[in-house]
C-alpha cells in the first residue's frame, strides 16, 4: 500500500498543525486509547494513567513524534520506524493488535482538535497512512 500525491500532500500539510501541539494530541490520544481499550494500560504498570498526569503527557508527546517522524520520511516510514518496531516487538512485546487501537484514537483526536481540516480526504488519507504506520510497527512480529 502507498500513499498517492494528493495524500501525501494532505499528510504533510496537516502535518504542519499538529506538530504545534504534539503533547495536547498525544495525551488526549493515549487517555481516548485506555478508556476505550482497557487493556493497553497492561503495557504500562508503571505509569500514573490519571487524566493529564506528566507520565501521559511525556510519552503521549513521543508517541506523536514517532508519527512526526514517519510523516518526515513518509517515502520510507520503515525505515523511520525500525528501531521502534524492534523495541516494541522484541523487548515491549506489545500485541500487535493495540496499533490498530492508537491509530483509530489518534484519528479520532485529530478530527476533534481539526474539524475544517478532517475533511473525508484527510480521513481516508490519515487511515492509509496510519495502516502503513502500524504495518511497519508490526513486521517484526512475522
Known amino acids: 500500500m502507498s500513499l498517492t500525491r494528493a ?3 494532505i499528510i504533510v500539510s496537516m502535518w504542519s498543525k499538529i506538530s504545534t501541539q504534539t503533547d495536547v494530541i498525544g495525551t488526549e490520544t493515549l487517555e481516548r486509547l485506555f478508556s476505550c481499550y482497557p487493556q493497553a494500560k ?3 504498570p508503571h ?3 490519571h487524566t ?3 507520565q501521559l503527557r511525556a510519552h503521549g508527546s513521543k508517541v506523536v513524534a514517532a508519527v512526526g517522524d514517519a510523516v518526515k520520511s513518509i517515502d520510507n516510514v520503515a525505515s523511520a520506524l525500525s528501531k521502534l518496531s524492534e523495541l516494541h516487538a522484541y523487548v515491549l512485546r506489545v500485541d500487535p493488535v493495540n496499533f490498530k487501537f492508537l491509530s483509530h484514537c489518534l484519528l479520532v483526536t485529530l478530527a476533534s482538535h481539526f474539524p475544517a481540516d478532517f475533511t473525508a480526504d484527510a480521513h481516508a488519507a490519515w487511515d492509509k497512512f496510519l495502516s502503513i ?3 511497519v ?4 512480529y512475522r
Open 7 to 9: 495524500e501525501r500532500t
Open 42 to 44: 497492561t503495557y504500562f
Open 47 to 49: 505509569f500514573d494513567l
Open 52 to 54: 493529564g498526569s506528566a
Open 133 to 135: 504506520v502500524s504495518g
Open 137 to 140: 510497527l508490526t513486521e517484526k
